[in-house]
Nanobody, 127 residues
Framework: QVKLVESGGALVQTGNSLRLSCVLS????????MGWFRQAPGKEREFVAA????????LIADSAKDRFTVSRDSAKNTGYLQMYNLRPDDTAVYYC????????????????????WGQGTQVTVSS
């Protein structure tokens, strides 16, 4: 059973940085693409970033482009979402997700495309 555990959420001020981590267990890490989503109160879950199973391809949402990066470390079975220059509208619960996708070339942006989800970590950005 694949399990994802996120960490790294916090209360920060505008302009600060945070790095979220997501550890995958119970599966072969290198077979899974990883996605990051966020959900603010009263809003739908939205795509933030994704990285391919091999780490060679990444995709960042327009709202996060030039501020967020996504990466993965196979030695640690961990994916990362590095966030810079945070703004109050980045406030949300952030979720990591995994999709069994070994060999796939296209990254997915819909929550329904991912089979496994973490529990979420709260990021709050104060103005």
């Amino acid at each position: 059973q694949v399990k994802l555990v996120e960490s790294g959420g916090a209360l920060v001020q505008t302009g600060n940085s945070l790095r979220l981590s997501c550890v995958l267990s119970g599966g072969t890490f290198s077979s899974y693409a990883m996605g990051w989503f966020r959900q603010a109160p009263g809003k739908e879950r939205e795509f933030v970033a994704a990285i391919s199973w091999g780490g060679g391809t990444t995709l960042i949402a327009d709202s996060a482009k030039d501020r967020f990066t996504v990466s993965r470390d196979s030695a640690k079975n961990t994916g990362y979402l590095q966030m810079y220059n945070l703004r109050p509208d980045d406030t949300a619960v952030y979720y990591c997700a995994a999709r069994l996708s070994f060999g796939e070339l296209r990254l997915r942006m819909l929550p329904s495309d991912y089979e496994y989800w973490g529990q979420g970590t709260q990021v709050t950005v104060s103005s």
